[in-house]
């Protein structure tokens, strides 16, 4: 079971995340102080990547608006994965394009579990995706993801169950849920955002180390 933690904003909290167990690292691209939360710039993303190196994998979330754009950032940062799960969606051309141009990044897509119309999107991604990522669509924040609250793990299970590349499990895990969700839904990975993040005024502003380390902790306890 591995264990993903966005969204990280230096290249010492993304070092320290992977000290605490932390198997991949996702930095979202974007405007700092706008619509989506710990967005950071793409000079720092460069900065922190090249810090993690092949410490963990290295996940770009971009929210860029066309393939085009996408592609330039995903060229510039050169992750490992590329996560899009905001203003653009991918599809079985763009992804023959991003292998095409950029051999080796892996494309993950998220699917918003909102009710039992998700499974044919998922079984429709898995088509040409590498990897899935299940997380709740926020009210507030664009696209997938984000919202800090947990979602249907029947629907999760039937798509883990559906598909035949790996898939990971979002949505308000935290160490005091993320036993129950991998007992429930059996996905290959976890990931955590606002679960493991310290808030000032409502807002996410860093990562919780410790709380990192104890989702860490209970996720690898799983084969």
Known sequence: MFTQIYSI???????????????????????????FPCAITQEKAKEIFEAIGDKAVRVLISVEYTADAVLAQTKA??????????????SAEFAERLRREIPGVKLME????????CIEDARVKASYADILILDT???????????????????DRQIVEMVDI????????????????????HPDG??????????????????NIEKVREFCSIAHSFQ
């Open 137 to 155: 669509v926020s009210k507030t924040v664009p696209g997938v993801g984000a919202a800090g609250e947990v979602n249907d793990w029947n629907l």
């Open 190 to 207: 976890v990931d955590s955002l606002t679960k493991t993040s310290d808030k000032e005024n409502g807002e996410l502003v860093r990562k």
């Open 9 to 35: 904003q230096t290249a010492e909290e993304a070092l320290a995340c992977i000290e605490a167990g932390a198997d991949r690292i996702g930095l979202l691209v974007g405007v700092h102080g706008g619509k």
């Open 110 to 117: 998220a699917v918003g579990i909102t009710g039992p119309e």
């Open 166 to 185: 790996p898939v990971i499990l979002a949505g308000g895990l935290g160490p005091d849920n993320v036993a129950a969700a991998i007992e429930a839904v």
């Open 77 to 90: 940062l050169m992750p490992d994965v590329l996560h899009l799960c905001a203003n653009f969606e991918g």
